[in-house]
Structures are given as structure tokens and as C-alpha cells.
């Protein structure tokens, strides 16, 4: 049997437990996305969702993490710059990552250490 996928539903980010009116600051706040309503029957697990274009972003509740993971969305941009200078502004620490021919890209770190990176797909031009 071959697995047919159809699209991303969802994922999944991680804050310790009474952090959650933090997350919605930063999430709602910040990085300005729409929160959704959860099911009932998944209230009372704590945590909340969000829309990121056609996928959820789910911010689940768990013991905070002592060591940070390698774990982390990758989400397509537009005006990287821009989204790189306006994290900046808020205080938000960033990190460059390796250079990819094509793709211009960094990350960013929740207030609760998840890893989120960011990238726009540049033109490869031949220098040679």
C-alpha cells in the first residue's frame, strides 16, 4: 500500500505549563496570527491553536525542555527583511542559519525556546 498524503494539517510547538497568556502575547501579539478555537473535548488539555495560511500551528502544554532540539517548522515568507527587522525591534532572538544556493533564510526563538524558521526562495544566478 502506498501512503497518500494530501497536504500539512498541522504542528505542533511545545510551552511549559502556566505559560500560556505568554504564548498568546507572543503568538496573537507579535507575530500577529489568528487564534482558532480548539475542540471542547481537547480543552482541558491546555494549549492553543492557530491558523498559518493553509495549516495549524498547535501550541501544546508539556514539561519544559532543558536543552534546545533541532525540532522546528520551516515556513515560506515574503519580504524576509522586513519579518527579520521587525522581530529584531520586538526583542525577538533571531539566529542565521547555513546559506542554501536559492534560498535566504534565518530563525527565530519563542519566548519558550521552539526553534521557527522562516525563508524566502531568492533567484540562483551563475557568477562564473
Not at 76 to 94: A, F, M, P, T
Amino acid at each position: 500500500m502506498k501512503i497518500a498524503i494530501k497536504r500539512l494539517g498541522h504542528l505542533q510547538l511545545c510551552i511549559p505549563f502556566g505559560e500560556e497568556e505568554r504564548a498568546r502575547e507572543f503568538y496573537g501579539g507579535v507575530l500577529g496570527l489568528r487564534e482558532i478555537e480548539k475542540p471542547d473535548a481537547l480543552k482541558p488539555g491546555g494549549g492553543m491553536w492557530y491558523e498559518v495560511a493553509d495549516i495549524q500551528l498547535h501550541i501544546g502544554i508539556e514539561e519544559a525542555q532543558k536543552k534546545r532540539s533541532k525540532r522546528h517548522p520551516a515556513f515560506e515568507v515574503e519580504d524576509l527583511e522586513g519579518i527579520r527587522n521587525y522581530l529584531s525591534e520586538h526583542g525577538v532572538e533571531l539566529r542565521e542559519e547555513i546559506s542554501i544556493p536559492g534560498v535566504e533564510r534565518f530563525s527565530f526563538f519563542d519566548p519558550f525556546g521552539n526553534r521557527i524558521e522562516l525563508f524566502e526562495q531568492r533567484e540562483v544566478t551563475d557568477n562564473h
